[in-house]
C-alpha cells in the first residue's frame, strides 16, 4: 500500500502501472484514525461558536455559520456513541457534503491529506455496534494503524437531515 500527500500525488507523473489512488481527508474520533473522501470536504476550521437548537437529537450539537450559511454541526462523538472527552485546542470542524447539504461535522482533530490505494480498501467487517454499519465504505491499513473510511451520505439518514432543516428554520 502507497501513501503519498495530495502534493506528492500532484507532482507524480501519470504512469499506467500506477494503481488507482483516491485521495482522503484524515479524521481522529476518539482513538481511532477515519477518513472521508476530500471531494466531500468543504473546509475544515477549529472550533467555533456552535449555537445549541432547541429539541434535536443528543448528536446534533447545534449550528454555526459558515459562508453566510447556516450549517448543522454533529458531534461525531456522540454520532459514534463515543465517551465524551471534552474539548482540545485540537478539536475541528469538517464541513462536509451530505447529500447535497452541508454538514459540519465536531471531531477531534483533521490528521492530514492522504491517498489510498483501491486495491488496499477492505469491506466493512460487521463487528462494531457502536457504530453504524452504513457509514462505513471500507477499511484500509496506514502503516501500523486501521482507517475506517466513512460514507457522508450515510452519517445522518434523509430523514435526520430533514429534521435538522426544519429545527434550524423554526
Known amino acids: 500500500m502507497s501513501i503519498r500527500t495530495r502534493n506528492e500525488s500532484k507532482?507524480?507523473?501519470?504512469?499506467n502501472t500506477e494503481k488507482k489512488?483516491?485521495?482522503?481527508?484524515?479524521?481522529s474520533i476518539g482513538n481511532?484514525?477515519?477518513?472521508?473522501?476530500?471531494?466531500?470536504?468543504?473546509?475544515v476550521s477549529g472550533l467555533c461558536e456552535i449555537r445549541p437548537v432547541?429539541?434535536?437529537?443528543?448528536?446534533m450539537k447545534g449550528?454555526?455559520?459558515?459562508?453566510?450559511?447556516i450549517v448543522p454541526v454533529i458531534d461525531m462523538r456522540k454520532r459514534f456513541n463515543l465517551a465524551?472527552?471534552?474539548?482540545?485546542k485540537r478539536t475541528s470542524i469538517a464541513i462536509v457534503s451530505v447529500k447535497n447539504r452541508l454538514i459540519g461535522l465536531l471531531v477531534d482533530a483533521v490528521s492530514d491529506v492522504m491517498d489510498l490505494e483501491e486495491m488496499s480498501v477492505q469491506d466493512t467487517p460487521h463487528f462494531n455496534n457502536e457504530i453504524d454499519e452504513d457509514c462505513i465504505e471500507g477499511i484500509s491499513r496506514v502503516n501500523d494503524r486501521l482507517v475506517v473510511i466513512l460514507n457522508t451520505d450515510k452519517i445522518v439518514s434523509i430523514d435526520e437531515i430533514e429534521k435538522l432543516s426544519s429545527?434550524?428554520?423554526d
Open 21 to 27: 489512488a483516491r485521495t482522503y481527508v484524515t479524521l
Open 167 to 169: 429545527e434550524i428554520n
Open 84 to 88: 465524551d472527552t471534552g474539548v482540545t
Open 63 to 69: 449550528v454555526i455559520t459558515v459562508q453566510d450559511m
Open 54 to 59: 432547541p429539541n434535536s437529537k443528543d448528536f
Open 11 to 15: 507532482n507524480r507523473k501519470s504512469v
Open 32 to 43: 481511532e484514525l477515519y477518513a472521508i473522501d476530500v471531494m466531500k470536504v468543504n473546509t
